[in-house]
């Protein structure tokens, strides 16, 4: 006599990490996911902490299984395609195909199994009799992420609304801070800035702006532009609005511009692995090791497609953070990335048509009284990304480079969240502070020159020298600056110039 069968035993239901947790523990993969973790807890009811940390009661605990924790981690911590990707190889057909039997028109099921067909490959053979019929849902919530153009499935009935496409996809969650920063209105603002300034004023601050962007566009990477690379600089900002697409030519092309060196001056794309190096010894010195050059080229030509591609409702500087960050993690030169991803800033700001023809936003000025924020921002990716690499140092400057299987797919989806509302950042600055102060600095200089020039008599090169140095000094010149200046300028002349200069920053004080 046959013993009755007994009934399949439930997989267990997880009492530890969660959702992307579990699955990043599973498959032992760096932190790329830096939003925090989903945990088990005796709480009630879920909870959300700061630091995106997540307790879960355990009658909403998943079970430790690949499909349970997937459907879990969307619906309680948005899309993450890196994970996602890595997980969706575990989930078998049969199971996914078993889920929708159950519920056809659940919205987090049919982003699963949209994204199972793009990972595997293939198509899912559904049951005939199963119907999806529910209206069509965004893959990426609107309200949580910086989407872009949809692409529609009738099958699944799902709108992909990424950044890029699943070749290339950069990731923006729509943080409190980025919503504040976007509700600026910074390149109006900007717009306003212009109209409001009158012309000769405009084109002084804008002159300094050019100059200023490119020298702190240098000052990052610890480098002085040589006079003609500074002119060449300039130059190339002044034609940032021109409507040029990007390509692999044009991006050689402003390469060499930028570069110093004719010997790291590129025809191509990288053809060999970089690396972004400290002062540490070997591979302890390496930071980052970007895409290898087959993976890089064909990233740098998902960004240009994402660069070239109309707004359409998209935030011009949104776009234009991804550009330059995505750029600068891809690096597709040996040298001269840093610049470059800085440039792109400005490049697609003038391509957006949302700014005045010639304007500038002297951002990296910003950026280099911020470098702390600016290498926190850059570390947010580059950092756990560094451990997709086994560096091995064989001497000299000969180094091996081991990837982890599949370390493609997270320079696939890098998450530039914190690259974002750093560059809105620093937009804030250049505009409100930098350009600003600037324009308020010429306006009192002007005021200072003008009343010292209708009653003394001295050179216009001296009287602008002095001027500046008394402001640089908070309205003092000092004894050696007069005694330099005694043979041609009267004392009384010098002492008019402090308090001409103390009164204008008395008045500014107390508007301040």
Not at 120 to 137: E, S
Not at 422 to 436: E, V
């Amino acid at each position: 006599m046959l013993a009755p069968s007994l009934p399949a035993a439930s997989p267990p239901v997880s009492t530890g990490p969660v959702g992307y947790a579990w699955i990043r523990e599973q498959l032992n993969l760096p932190p790329l996911l830096l939003t925090g973790e989903a945990r088990v807890a005796q709480v009630a009811s879920l909870q959300r902490l700061p630091e995106g940390v997540i307790l879960v009661p355990p009658r909403m605990a998943p079970a430790a299984r690949w499909l349970d924790q997937l459907l879990f981690a969307l619906k309680h911590e948005g899309v993450d395609l890196y994970h996602l990707s890595h997980a969706l190889r575990q989930v078998e057909a049969a199971d996914l195909i078993a889920q929708l039997v159950q519920t056809p028109n659940g919205v987090f099921v049919r982003k699963v199994g949209w994204l199972w067909e793009q990972v595997h490959q293939r198509t899912l053979a559904l049951p005939p009799d199963l119907k999806v019929g529910a209206a069509y849902a965004p893959f990426f919530e609107p309200d949580c992420y910086v989407c872009g153009p949809a692409q529609r499935s009738p099958k699944w009935r799902i709108d992909f609304n990424g950044l890029g496409d699943l070749r290339y996809c950069p990731v923006v969650r729509l943080t409190p801070a980025i919503q504040a920063l976007q509700a600026l209105d910074l390149l109006g603002q900007a717009c306003q800035f212009v109209a409001q300034t009158p012309h000769e004023m405009l084109d002084r601050a804008l002159g300094w702006a050019y100059l200023s962007e490119t020298e702190g566009s240098y000052a990052i990477e610890g480098e002085v532009p040589t006079p003609t690379k500074a002119s060449a600089f300039v130059k190339l900002l002044r034609h940032a609005h021109d409507l040029q697409p990007l390509s692999e030519e044009r991006l050689v092309t402003l390469q060499n511009l930028i570069l110093t060196n004719p010997l790291d001056m590129a025809v191509q794309f990288r053809t060999e692995q970089n690396r972004l190096q400290s002062a540490g010894r070997g591979a302890v010195g390496v930071t980052y090791v970007p895409p290898a050059p087959e993976l890089a080229y064909t990233l740098m030509a998902q960004l240009i497609a994402l660069a070239n591609r109309p707004l359409a409702g998209e935030d011009a500087l949104i776009r234009a953070a991804v550009v330059s960050f995505g750029f600068v993690y891809i690096h597709p030169f040996m040298d001269g990335n840093g610049r470059l991803s800085r440039f792109l800033l400005h490049h697609c700001l003038g391509q957006s048509g949302q700014l005045p023809p010639g304007f500038v936003l002297p951002l990296s000025v910003a950026m280099k009284r911020h470098e702390a924020d600016y290498l926190a921002a850059l570390t947010s990716f580059s950092r756990p990304a560094r451990e997709l690499c086994q560096v091995t140092w064989l001497g000299d400057d000969r180094y091996t480079y081991d990837w982890a299987a599949d370390a493609d797919v997270a320079f696939r989806y890098p998450d530039l969240t914190a690259c974002v509302e750093f560059t809105l950042r620093m937009a804030q600055a250049a505009l409100q502070q930098d350009l600003q102060h600037e324009t308020q600095f010429l306006a009192d200089f002007d005021r200072v020159f003008h009343a010292i020039n209708a009653h003394y008599d001295l050179r216009s090169s001296d009287l602008s020298t002095l001027i500046l140095c008394a402001f640089e000094q908070g309205g003092v010149l000092s004894k050696t600056r007069r005694k330099r200046y005694a043979d041609r300028v009267p004392v009384a002349t010098l002492d008019a110039i402090e308090a001409e200069v103390q009164r204008c920053l008395a008045d500014r004080s107390s508007e301040d």
